[in-house]
């Protein structure tokens, strides 16, 4: 319905933020991507279990929070973090964002590594990454391409996330 001539327009408080992580490849532990467990792969090196699609997710939402990155929230140098899967800690950036009043809107990844071709599992990534933020999955994107060779990610994964928040209470 158009608005009526001279009647305010009401302004949302939106934000948007950007989040990057990038992790080597380490044989002595499993690959976890949005969530899901690739079997056969060898997984990403980190205090936590590096899961780079849920760090670079939690940091764009952090960024449009204004509230730093991971790295603040969950320092490497606490024990209380080792291990600790990627989808915890994403669910733990979403609480801290209601708390200030904010909620995920929607997010947009992209992937990038060689290995492995997430097409298979992407629905389960998307379902992963909606429940954790509390979000219809048509809310999250996820996609991947690969470095081809050019040295992107080294012998890792990085992942790129951008996401958009709105304030839930008036400011």
Do not use: W, Y
């Not at 933020?17 to 532990?29: C, F, I, K, M, N």
């Not at 990454?129 to 994964?157: Q, R, W």
């Amino acid at each position: 319905m158009p608005r009526a001539a001279g009647a305010p327009i009401a302004m949302r408080d939106v934000r948007v933020g950007l989040g990057v992580d990038l992790h080597p490849s380490t044989a002595e532990r499993a690959l976890f991507l949005g969530g899901v467990r690739f079997d056969d792969e060898s997984g990403l090196a980190g205090h936590s279990d590096g899961d780079v699609v849920c760090h670079a997710l939690a940091d764009a939402l952090l960024g449009a929070a204004q509230l730093g990155d991971l790295g603040e929230h969950f320092p490497d140098t606490d024990p209380a973090f080792e291990g600790i899967a990627g989808l915890d800690l994403l669910a733990r950036v979403a609480a801290l964002l209601l708390e200030r009043g904010l909620a995920p809107v929607q997010c947009d990844l992209t992937l990038i590594a060689e290995r492995p071709r997430i097409a298979g599992r992407r629905e389960e990534i998307r379902r992963n990454l909606a429940s954790a933020l509390g979000l219809s999955i048509a809310k999250v994107s996820v996609k991947a391409t690969k470095p081809e060779g050019l040295g992107l990610t080294g012998d890792g994964a990085g992942c790129l996330a951008v996401a958009t928040v709105e304030s839930i209470s008036p400011r």
